[in-house]
């Protein structure tokens, strides 16, 4: 019988106490969980810091107990696209925001690489997004254009560019 990685069984382990009802299977998920803040906490001070190569570490180590950490993936897309890593920033904005998808920091990060890459459809994905917790924010609405534009959309690319003109006529994009 093959031997199974421990640090996939934790999580698993508290899943499977807390559905039966182990008394003390929601101890167990919480000493888990304040051993991932812990990490993040550790991880934000040593960016912060210029240690960015440790701040990695503890985010993949974060990762590696909570796989679904968007912290942790927001983290490393912050260190990876400051090191010029596009692809690798990109990916981890895209796995931070399938685990929390209506953080609007995230969002923004996530479309302004998309459009810094020419990616429309995780622009456009940002973008409703976006839309969809701040409706009047109008570089989403910017952020629809370009996507509607790109996928041959143009009159509803107008529709879009224009609502955001209308949001903020002094926007830096409002010229484009």
């Known amino acids: 019988m093959r031997k199974l990685n421990r ?3 934790a999580p698993l382990a508290v899943v499977l106490l807390l559905l039966i009802g182990v008394p003390g299977g ?3 998920a919480r000493r888990l969980k304040s051993a991932d803040a812990a990490l993040l906490k ?5 960016a912060a810091g210029g240690r ?14 909570n796989p679904n950490s968007w912290q942790a993936h927001f983290g490393l897309a912050r260190l ?7 692809s690798k920033a ?10 929390n998808p209506r953080k609007v920091e995230l969002l923004v990060a996530l479309g302004t690489l998309s459009e810094k890459l020419q990616l429309w459809r995780p622009l456009e994905a940002a973008a409703d997004r976006l839309l969809a917790i701040q ?20 009159d509803r690319a107008i529709e879009q560019a224009q609502q955001a003109v209308e949001l903020d006529p002094d926007h830096p994009q409002s010229t484009t």
């Open 26 to 28: 929601l101890v167990v």
């Open 90 to 99: 990109l990916k981890h904005y895209l796995a931070a925001a399938r685990s």
């Open 135 to 154: 409706p009047q924010n109008p570089t989403a609405h910017y952020w629809k254009a370009l996507a509607l534009r790109a996928a041959g959309q143009r």
């Open 7 to 9: 640090k996939l069984l």
């Open 80 to 86: 990876s696209e400051a090191k010029g890593n596009l």
């Open 52 to 65: 960015d190569a440790e701040a990695a570490i503890l985010y993949k180590q974060t990762l590696e107990a």
């Open 42 to 46: 550790r991880a934000a001070a040593a």
